[in-house]
Protein backbone atom coordinates (compact mmCIF):
# COMPACT_ATOMS: atom_id res chain seq x y z
CA UNK A 1 0.00 0.00 0.00
CA UNK A 2 0.78 3.39 -0.39
CA UNK A 3 2.67 5.18 2.73
CA UNK A 4 4.75 8.44 3.48
CA UNK A 5 7.36 8.24 6.16
CA UNK A 6 8.68 11.87 7.67
CA UNK A 7 11.13 10.52 10.13
CA UNK A 8 11.51 13.53 12.55
CA UNK A 9 7.96 14.18 14.50
CA UNK A 10 9.48 16.91 16.12
CA UNK A 11 12.39 19.54 14.97
CA UNK A 12 13.56 22.24 17.24
CA UNK A 13 16.81 24.92 15.42
CA UNK A 14 17.64 28.52 16.21
CA UNK A 15 17.27 30.94 13.68
CA UNK A 16 20.23 30.82 10.63
CA UNK A 17 20.64 26.91 11.43
CA UNK A 18 20.29 24.75 8.30
CA UNK A 19 17.31 22.31 7.89
CA UNK A 20 16.81 18.99 6.19
CA UNK A 21 13.47 17.23 7.07
CA UNK A 22 13.32 13.62 5.87
CA UNK A 23 10.65 11.70 3.71
CA UNK A 24 10.69 8.68 2.26
CA UNK A 25 7.80 6.68 0.44
CA UNK A 26 6.81 3.65 -0.34
CA UNK A 27 5.59 2.85 -3.81
CA UNK A 28 6.55 2.02 -7.36
CA UNK A 29 5.62 3.94 -10.53
CA UNK A 30 5.11 7.20 -11.22
CA UNK A 31 4.88 9.62 -8.56
CA UNK A 32 4.33 13.59 -7.45
CA UNK A 33 5.48 14.34 -4.46
CA UNK A 34 4.84 17.25 -2.76
CA UNK A 35 5.61 19.27 0.59
CA UNK A 36 2.80 21.13 2.15
CA UNK A 37 3.35 23.99 5.41
CA UNK A 38 0.61 24.61 7.69
CA UNK A 39 1.83 27.84 9.82
CA UNK A 40 0.15 28.16 13.30
CA UNK A 41 -3.31 29.20 12.92
CA UNK A 42 -3.60 28.63 9.13
CA UNK A 43 -5.11 25.88 6.72
CA UNK A 44 -2.76 23.77 4.36
CA UNK A 45 -0.56 25.67 1.68
CA UNK A 46 1.50 23.96 -1.09
CA UNK A 47 5.41 24.22 -0.34
CA UNK A 48 6.79 22.94 -3.50
CA UNK A 49 5.91 20.02 -5.65
CA UNK A 50 7.60 17.65 -8.12
CA UNK A 51 6.46 16.04 -10.98
CA UNK A 52 9.32 15.32 -13.21
CA UNK A 53 12.65 16.70 -15.23
CA UNK A 54 14.62 18.34 -12.16
CA UNK A 55 14.96 16.49 -9.16
CA UNK A 56 16.08 19.98 -7.50
CA UNK A 57 12.98 21.74 -6.94
CA UNK A 58 12.57 25.12 -6.05
CA UNK A 59 9.88 26.82 -3.53
CA UNK A 60 8.81 29.53 -1.90
CA UNK A 61 10.57 31.20 1.16
CA UNK A 62 13.61 29.68 -0.19
CA UNK A 63 12.60 25.67 0.75
CA UNK A 64 13.64 22.87 -1.84
CA UNK A 65 13.93 19.07 -2.12
CA UNK A 66 15.55 16.90 -3.85
CA UNK A 67 13.61 13.53 -5.44
CA UNK A 68 16.23 10.79 -4.98
CA UNK A 69 14.13 7.94 -7.05
CA UNK A 70 16.49 5.34 -5.93
CA UNK A 71 15.74 5.53 -2.07
CA UNK A 72 12.32 6.93 -2.22
CA UNK A 73 12.80 9.72 -0.44
CA UNK A 74 12.17 13.47 -1.36
CA UNK A 75 13.50 15.74 1.56
CA UNK A 76 13.26 19.10 2.24
CA UNK A 77 15.70 21.18 2.88
CA UNK A 78 16.25 25.24 4.01
CA UNK A 79 20.12 26.35 3.84
CA UNK A 80 19.24 29.06 6.82
CA UNK A 81 15.57 28.69 8.66
CA UNK A 82 14.00 32.04 10.28
CA UNK A 83 11.54 32.59 13.17
CA UNK A 84 8.62 32.51 10.40
CA UNK A 85 9.42 28.95 9.35
CA UNK A 86 7.57 27.66 12.03
CA UNK A 87 5.34 25.54 11.24
CA UNK A 88 4.20 22.08 10.90
CA UNK A 89 5.22 20.26 7.74
CA UNK A 90 3.96 17.36 5.62
CA UNK A 91 5.13 15.81 2.91
CA UNK A 92 2.53 13.96 0.27
CA UNK A 93 2.71 11.61 -2.54
CA UNK A 94 0.37 11.01 -5.53
CA UNK A 95 0.97 8.03 -7.41
CA UNK A 96 -0.88 7.06 -10.40
CA UNK A 97 -2.88 9.72 -9.82
CA UNK A 98 -4.82 7.94 -7.22
CA UNK A 99 -5.25 9.96 -3.99
CA UNK A 100 -2.94 11.81 -2.32
CA UNK A 101 -1.08 10.34 0.90
CA UNK A 102 0.10 12.18 3.60
CA UNK A 103 3.04 11.75 6.13
CA UNK A 104 2.32 12.54 9.69
CA UNK A 105 4.08 15.51 9.76
CA UNK A 106 6.93 17.50 11.35
CA UNK A 107 6.48 20.22 13.29
CA UNK A 108 9.57 22.53 13.32
CA UNK A 109 10.29 25.30 16.12
CA UNK A 110 12.55 28.28 15.27
CA UNK A 111 13.85 29.71 17.92
CA UNK A 112 14.95 33.09 17.93
CA UNK B 1 -11.36 35.13 -5.45
CA UNK B 2 -12.29 33.24 -2.75
CA UNK B 3 -10.61 30.24 -1.96
CA UNK B 4 -11.37 27.13 -0.57
CA UNK B 5 -13.86 27.77 2.22
CA UNK B 6 -15.52 25.00 5.08
CA UNK B 7 -18.37 25.65 7.57
CA UNK B 8 -19.01 25.32 9.97
CA UNK B 9 -15.48 25.97 11.54
CA UNK B 10 -16.49 24.29 14.63
CA UNK B 11 -18.89 21.30 15.81
CA UNK B 12 -20.08 19.71 19.41
CA UNK B 13 -21.75 16.49 18.42
CA UNK B 14 -23.06 13.23 20.85
CA UNK B 15 -22.01 9.21 19.94
CA UNK B 16 -24.80 8.10 17.69
CA UNK B 17 -25.85 11.68 16.27
CA UNK B 18 -25.00 12.45 12.47
CA UNK B 19 -23.50 15.06 11.19
CA UNK B 20 -23.03 17.45 7.59
CA UNK B 21 -20.11 19.32 6.93
CA UNK B 22 -19.81 21.33 3.49
CA UNK B 23 -17.37 22.51 1.12
CA UNK B 24 -16.98 25.13 -1.46
CA UNK B 25 -13.96 24.94 -4.05
CA UNK B 26 -11.78 27.15 -4.89
CA UNK B 27 -13.32 29.16 -7.93
CA UNK B 28 -12.75 27.17 -11.25
CA UNK B 29 -11.96 24.25 -9.52
CA UNK B 30 -14.39 20.93 -10.01
CA UNK B 31 -12.85 18.52 -7.85
CA UNK B 32 -13.16 18.29 -4.38
CA UNK B 33 -11.31 15.64 -1.33
CA UNK B 34 -12.13 15.22 1.95
CA UNK B 35 -9.77 14.39 4.26
CA UNK B 36 -9.31 13.67 8.55
CA UNK B 37 -6.79 15.03 10.13
CA UNK B 38 -6.40 13.63 13.62
CA UNK B 39 -4.60 15.50 16.48
CA UNK B 40 -0.67 15.04 15.90
CA UNK B 41 -1.52 12.90 12.77
CA UNK B 42 -1.26 13.82 8.89
CA UNK B 43 -4.31 14.03 6.73
CA UNK B 44 -6.13 10.89 6.26
CA UNK B 45 -7.99 10.76 2.75
CA UNK B 46 -11.59 10.19 3.05
CA UNK B 47 -12.84 10.42 -0.63
CA UNK B 48 -12.91 12.59 -3.55
CA UNK B 49 -15.99 13.73 -5.78
CA UNK B 50 -15.33 14.49 -9.30
CA UNK B 51 -18.55 15.58 -11.85
CA UNK B 52 -20.99 14.70 -8.73
CA UNK B 53 -19.79 11.18 -8.50
CA UNK B 54 -17.26 9.46 -5.80
CA UNK B 55 -13.94 8.70 -7.51
CA UNK B 56 -11.59 7.82 -5.30
CA UNK B 57 -12.07 6.51 -1.70
CA UNK B 58 -9.64 6.13 1.18
CA UNK B 59 -10.50 3.24 4.44
CA UNK B 60 -12.90 4.73 5.74
CA UNK B 61 -16.17 2.68 6.83
CA UNK B 62 -19.58 3.34 4.69
CA UNK B 63 -20.39 5.50 7.97
CA UNK B 64 -18.34 8.49 6.06
CA UNK B 65 -20.65 9.36 2.97
CA UNK B 66 -20.71 12.25 0.77
CA UNK B 67 -22.53 14.48 -2.11
CA UNK B 68 -21.19 16.55 -5.22
CA UNK B 69 -23.50 19.21 -6.07
CA UNK B 70 -23.93 20.78 -9.85
CA UNK B 71 -22.16 23.42 -8.82
CA UNK B 72 -19.31 21.57 -7.84
CA UNK B 73 -19.63 22.30 -3.67
CA UNK B 74 -19.78 19.70 -1.35
CA UNK B 75 -21.08 17.80 1.78
CA UNK B 76 -19.03 15.28 4.10
CA UNK B 77 -21.98 13.25 6.05
CA UNK B 78 -20.80 11.29 8.83
CA UNK B 79 -23.95 9.14 10.33
CA UNK B 80 -23.62 7.42 14.12
CA UNK B 81 -20.66 9.55 15.50
CA UNK B 82 -17.70 7.91 17.41
CA UNK B 83 -15.62 9.41 19.64
CA UNK B 84 -12.76 8.15 17.40
CA UNK B 85 -14.37 10.55 14.82
CA UNK B 86 -13.37 13.71 16.78
CA UNK B 87 -11.20 15.33 14.34
CA UNK B 88 -10.33 18.20 11.90
CA UNK B 89 -12.14 17.45 8.52
CA UNK B 90 -10.42 19.07 5.59
CA UNK B 91 -11.52 19.86 2.07
CA UNK B 92 -9.37 20.27 -0.23
CA UNK B 93 -10.14 21.53 -4.31
CA UNK B 94 -8.16 21.29 -7.34
CA UNK B 95 -8.85 21.79 -11.03
CA UNK B 96 -8.18 18.37 -12.30
CA UNK B 97 -8.60 14.83 -10.94
CA UNK B 98 -5.46 13.91 -10.71
CA UNK B 99 -4.25 16.34 -7.36
CA UNK B 100 -2.27 18.23 -8.90
CA UNK B 101 -2.06 20.97 -6.78
CA UNK B 102 -4.83 20.92 -3.52
CA UNK B 103 -6.17 24.09 -1.71
CA UNK B 104 -6.74 23.29 1.41
CA UNK B 105 -9.60 24.84 3.68
CA UNK B 106 -9.41 25.74 6.79
CA UNK B 107 -11.38 22.84 7.91
CA UNK B 108 -14.35 21.75 10.59
CA UNK B 109 -13.33 21.23 14.08
CA UNK B 110 -15.60 18.17 15.13
CA UNK B 111 -15.62 17.05 18.83
CA UNK B 112 -17.68 13.81 19.64
CA UNK B 113 -18.86 13.67 23.46
Known amino acids: AQSVSQHNHHVILSEAASLELGCNYS??????LFWYVQYPGQHLQLLLK??????LVKGIKGFEAEFIKSKFSFNLRKPSVQWSDTAEYFC??????????FGAGTRLTVKP | DAGVTQSPTHLIKTRGQQVTLRCSPK?????VSWYQQALGQGPQFIFQ???????QRGNFPDRFSGHQFPNYSSELNVNALLLGDSALYLC????????????FGSGTQLSVL
Open chain 2, 27 to 31: SGHDT
Open chain 2, 49 to 55: YYEEEER
Open chain 2, 92 to 103: ASSGTANNEKLF
Open chain 1, 50 to 55: YFSGDP
Open chain 1, 27 to 32: YGGTVN
Open chain 1, 92 to 101: AVNANNNDMR
